[in-house]
């Protein structure tokens, strides 16, 4: 059996299966979680160590190994938390957080994303962060940690491993704060997410599917993002979100 078909056959567990397990050992809390990892021993692993449900409140909704997998489950599992990998075949965990953006930014439900790897490296640190993700921890954290650390982030807190925060902070003090845009600022952020993808060479379907909305809305949107910037066509608008590195 391949990962995608364990996953999606994991995925097809209902929302709601598991909480009242939940209610015991876990002290009434529960949160949905996604394995995405290229270590099949690795994933059983944390698996075994944190998915009891009834002792922990972490139902695990789906596993992924790649890229593509990862999009995928996310997209149809909908959960609170996603366990990411940063090394994932594919193009890595930066850009799971790409394609996943419209899920990270939703008000009502996003799903939020914990960096979990074996690599300490500043660089794989701050890209996964700029990327989205919600905070970052090292494959040596114990099981009680992990499980606190998803809980934490399920909440909406940033959540580090000591020695990581530091790098963190580190390259945010010493980046001088940006320039006020003003002509990204007469956006809104459903346009800056559009404006994103279609600079990214998207057409207006793939960009309804990504962000959950129609054609016609997405068309309304790009209408008023080349109203607000007055651009003539999305060629225009490519150039102008190039110049200003938000592809």
Request: with cysteine; aromatic share 4%; net charge negative.
């Amino acid at each position: 059996m391949s990962d995608a078909t364990e996953a999606n056959g994991t995925a097809g567990t209902p929302e709601g299966a598991g909480s009242g397990a939940a209610d015991g050992g876990a002290g009434g809390r529960h949160v949905r979680v996604v394995l995405v990892d290229d270590h099949r021993m690795f994933r059983t692993g944390v698996q075994a160590e944190i998915g009891q449900t009834a002792e922990t409140g972490v139902e695990v909704v789906g596993e992924a190994a790649d890229v593509d997998q990862a999009v995928t489950v996310i997209t149809a599992t909908r959960p609170e938390v996603v366990l990411l990998d940063v090394h994932l075949p594919g193009g890595g965990g930066v850009e799971v957080l790409r394609r996943c953006a419209a899920l990270t930014a939703d008000t009502e439900r996003p799903v939020r994303f914990l960096a979990l790897s074996v690599s300490d490296a500043a660089e794989d640190v701050i890209g996964v962060i700029r990327g989205g993700a919600r905070g970052y921890v090292t494959k040596t954290i114990t099981g009680t940690d992990l499980v606190d650390s998803i809980f934490r982030v399920q909440e909406g807190d940033a959540v580090f491993s000591p020695r990581l925060a530091g790098f963190v902070l580190d390259a945010f003090a010493s980046t001088d704060a940006p320039p006020v845009d003003e002509d990204l600022d007469r956006l809104t952020q459903r346009e800056r997410e559009v404006l994103r993808l279609i600079a990214r060479g998207y057409a207006y379907k793939e960009i309804a599917k990504q962000l959950f909305i129609s054609v016609k809305t997405v068309e309304s949107h790009v209408s008023a993002v080349l109203r607000k910037l007055q651009l003539s066509n999305r060629h225009e608008l490519t150039r102008w979100a190039t110049a200003r590195r938000l592809v």
